[in-house]
């Protein structure tokens, strides 16, 4: 038998102090540092990671850091598995390929990727322990409402986007790739889906995914590619998610403006859904090959006074259809002259060749003169771009200016 070993008293204290110290230390997580080597193989294999792109010399970055890995200590112990969340970041200086390669125009900038694919909507709320970990909490829920009868359905939201998937069984390829496509557009749309004898009236040719688009009028629409595809069924769910006409409000005006593309807007009296109906019709009529250079948005004529203040106008001379080039803004003419074929069309195409910047300043072009009329060079200004102002604060970020500092 080993013989009994005595403590000092002082020894003893020293070795409880140490025991507690130990049990009640809360357990502290790294935070990924990510470079080309690991990033692909990281955020591939994470359901969900939250990256932090900062660099050491911003205040805002180092303002952030101990925020940031305070909230993934707590989410590490609510989702202990190592691909659950992954708090990440990326020191934009030492690697300037993935700040490009992710477009990043400020800094610290927060992203959200899940399985490797990022999301449209990068992170802008409160910059808090509590409101990180509350929001990965919610990326984290079932994006999918489960409906228990077919009579719910009755009873749906018809403002909003509704997305619904009829299944057999829900341990089913089908159903994966739906709820993989609800991860990533459920800000988007409401998804939801019914299985096994409640899905039974609805599935007479096997498994569908439906689209109700908002309103009453508007006839469902039918997915009708390959359920197990996940490229075709993302695309076509995306389409229908996004509307090509999407509105601009205070809330998402930052995130629309840090796409980079000029806006085409048109502002209406929220009541006036007739001239929303006519500009979404001319749009998707002229401009669909115009998707990618410019962003078409409606805005609401009473909430939007300063903007249209801004090109001498007011909601009484609503429905107004203008272009903010993020340097200036110039007016569509007379809105009913948006029905002319190519008039809309004519209008996107002077702001991409730099007509309307050059009327405003030096007048017509001479191919618009009459045959021997005398060309004046008129002097103007338009006014300056009023929707850049919704870029984010510079009290909350340090902004690129030029992204060659990149």
């Keep these: 038998m080993n013989p009994a070993v005595f403590l000092s008293l002082p020894d003893l204290r020293c070795s409880l102090l140490l025991l507690v110290t130990w049990v009640f230390t809360p357990v502290t997580t790294e935070i990924t540092s ?28 180092q303002m952030l850091h101990p925020i940031f890995e305070e909230a993934s200590n707590v989410i590490k112990e609510e989702y202990p598995n190592e691909n659950q969340v992954v708090f990440a970041r990326v020191d934009c ?23 490797g694919m990022m999301m449209k909507r990068e992170y802008r709320g409160q910059r808090s322990v509590k409101a990180l970990a509350d929001y990965i909490r919610q990326q984290k829920s079932d994006p999918v409402q489960e409906l228990h009868d077919l009579v719910e359905i ?20 089908n159903y994966r790739v739906f709820e993989r496509v609800a991860n990533i557009l459920h800000d988007d749309c409401a998804f939801l889906s019914a299985f096994g ?37 993302y695309n076509w769910i995306q389409d229908k998610c996004v509307p090509l006409v999407r509105e601009i409000t205070f809330e998402n005006g930052e995130e629309l403006t840090e796409e980079g593309l000029p806006f085409l807007i048109l502002f209406h009296m929220k ?27 409606h805005a609401d004529c009473d909430k939007f006074r300063h903007p249209l203040l801004h090109i001498q106008k007011t909601p009484a001379d609503c429905p107004v259809i203008a272009i903010d080039s993020f ?41 618009d003169t009459a045959p021997g009329q005398e060309v004046q060079d008129v002097a103007s200004s338009p006014p300056e771009s009023s929707f850049q102002k919704l870029a984010p604060s510079e009290y909350r970020y340090t902004l690129l200016r030029d992204r060659d500092e990149l």
Excluded at 36 to 50: C, G, M, P, Q, R
Excluded at 159 to 171: A, L, P
Excluded at 203 to 225: C, E, F, T
């Design 271 to 297: 009541e006036d859904t007739e001239s929303l109906e006519i500009f979404q019709n001319e749009v998707a009529r002229q401009l669909i090959s115009e998707k990618g250079t410019i962003n078409f948005l």
């Design 34 to 61: 990510l470079d080309t080597e690991n990033i692909d193989d990281i955020l591939n294999n994470a359901d969900v990671a939250l990256v932090n792109f900062y660099a050491d010399w911003c205040r805002f970055s």
């Design 154 to 173: 009755t009873t749906l939201d018809r403002s909003k986007r509704n997305i619904i998937g009829y299944f057999e069984q829900r341990d089913s390829e």
């Design 327 to 367: 340097r200036h803004m110039y007016v569509f003419g007379d809105f009913r002259e948006v029905l002319i074929p190519g008039k809309l069309k004519q209008f996107v195409i002077d702001l991409h060749s730099g007509k309307l910047h050059r009327e405003f300043h030096h007048g017509p072009d001479p191919t």
């Design 197 to 233: 004898t409640v899905s039974k009236p609805e599935r007479y040719s096997g498994d569908n995914i439906i689209y109700k688009p908002p309103g009453h009028s508007a006839p469902d629409m039918v997915y009708l590619g390959s359920m197990t595809n996940f490229d075709g069924t």
């Design 93 to 115: 200086d030492q690697h300037s390929d993935i700040a490009q390669r992710y477009r990043i125009s400020k800094y610290p900038t927060l992203k959200l990727f899940r399985n």
